[in-house]
């Protein structure tokens, strides 16, 4: 039995931010429907309708599928009688989207005062001078200062290629779901969740930040070094087939490190004797670390840096990450057949307990797969009240693909 085994979840969420905490609620045993318009959301095929991305595929794993058209009065009639059935609403849309359609936060929570209400934005739903911006990965790390300590110091601002703001503020929204829920429990009510992406970027700026204090100004870009440059050695270094990044955060690691390279006589060194003169000379540094890393292969790196206790680690290319055997022999990532994409790595829920294994993967559903059964069961509608439904447009049937 899964921690949120009889948690019923509408998932409203759109392309990476909310699907990623419906598919963590789904993992945690919560039966979650995810809510799409009759074309289906921006992730599925919009000419086909059908799950064939791999994005979709990975992010809607073990949910049912419940297509609405919620600009039409009677899908709208239908979501206000559904939040009355169930536990949390999710959802990632633009502010304000489902309040112009009258079944935003606070009507639905008037209707159910138990109901968990969760919202995730750009920037917020209360107040403040951002709060009606929309709202991406790329646009959040760019407001957020990520994208000004990102890149060479010669070089523009970069973005992160890993889409991490949309998923940690999918991380926090589930987080604050389960807060919620949890409070339920404890006082009987329910509640509006209101997660910002910004919010939960500039925790990520903490060695930055930390930086700009000390120095009383921004630093310039440090590439792969230590943002504040007060870490050497801290960089990606050459091997013989790729690349390895080493980090020394204490002077215990500077000595392993040199016992590593055999180069014993570095410690001793006027120009690496603490991290002060190390960070002065960091060029010279990098140079010697360069000279031994690049007569060997990255697995050879990581054989002599783990035996001696150097905190380390390949760059691993694509093709090696989606068959890392550490996550495969974990559970975290496994292969699966997937109808339309053949075989991929799917993930499981990063979230482990004991004794709480997640459910085995499913496919993501196909569009409005579960739309007939879940409005039979959960409102009593009958096949023929579902059928002119379907014929007016305020909802689709799997059948009608």
Not at 318 to 326: A, K, Q
Request: include cysteine.
């Amino acid at each position: 039995m899964q921690s949120l085994t009889g948690i019923t979840v509408l998932d409203f969420g759109q392309v990476y931010n909310g699907p990623y905490c419906g598919f963590l609620l789904a993992q945690a045993g919560a039966e979650v429907f995810k809510v799409e318009s009759t074309i289906g959301e921006t992730l599925r095929g919009r000419g086909s309708h059908s799950s064939a991305t791999y994005p979709f595929a990975l992010l809607n794993s073990n949910k049912k599928s419940l297509s609405i058209n919620i600009k039409d009065p009677d899908g709208q009639h239908l979501i206000k009688e559904l939040a009355q059935t169930v536990d949390v609403v999710s959802e990632n849309f633009a502010p304000g989207t489902m309040e112009k359609y009258g079944i935003g936060a606070k009507a639905l929570t008037a209707l159910n005062p138990k109901l968990i209400y969760a919202s995730s934005t750009g920037y917020g739903n209360a107040e403040g001078p951002y709060r009606d911006f929309l709202g991406m990965d790329i646009t959040l790390q760019a407001i957020s200062g990520v994208m000004s300590i990102t890149g060479e110091a010669d070089g523009p601002p970069l973005k992160s290629a890993a889409a991490f703001a949309d998923f940690i503020a999918g991380t926090h929204l589930y987080a604050g779901i389960l807060t919620a829920l949890y409070r339920r429990q404890q006082h009987g009510v329910g509640g509006i969740v209101d997660i910002s992406m910004q919010d939960c970027v500039f925790p990520t700026l903490a060695t930055a930040i930390g930086s700009y204090y000390a120095a009383g100004h921004q630093m310039p870009r440090a590439g792969n070094r230590h943002p504040g440059k007060t870490l050497a050695p801290y960089n990606t270094y050459v091997a013989r087939d790729g690349f390895i990044a080493i980090i020394c955060i204490r002077e215990g690691h500077f000595r392993k490190l040199c016992e590593a390279m055999a180069r014993p006589e570095l410690v001793d060194d006027v120009r690496y004797q603490d991290f002060p003169s190390r960070c002065q000379n960091i060029d010279q540094l990098d140079a010697e670390i360069t000279r031994w890393t690049a007569t060997k292969s990255r697995k050879e790196l990581l054989a002599i840096t783990q035996a001696h206790g150097v905190i380390c680690a390949p760059v691993n290319n694509l093709d090696e990450v989606i068959e890392d055997p550490h996550m495969i022999a974990r559970g975290s990532l496994q292969p699966m057949q997937h109808p339309s994409l053949g075989q991929i790595a799917q993930m499981q829920t990063p979230l482990r307990l004991s004794d709480d294994l997640p459910p085995a993967l499913t496919p993501a559903p196909s569009l409005g797969a579960d739309t007939a059964t879940l409005l039979t069961d959960r409102l009593g509608l009958s096949q023929d009240a579902i059928a002119k439904l379907a014929a007016q447009g305020a909802i689709k049937l799997a059948s009608a693909e």
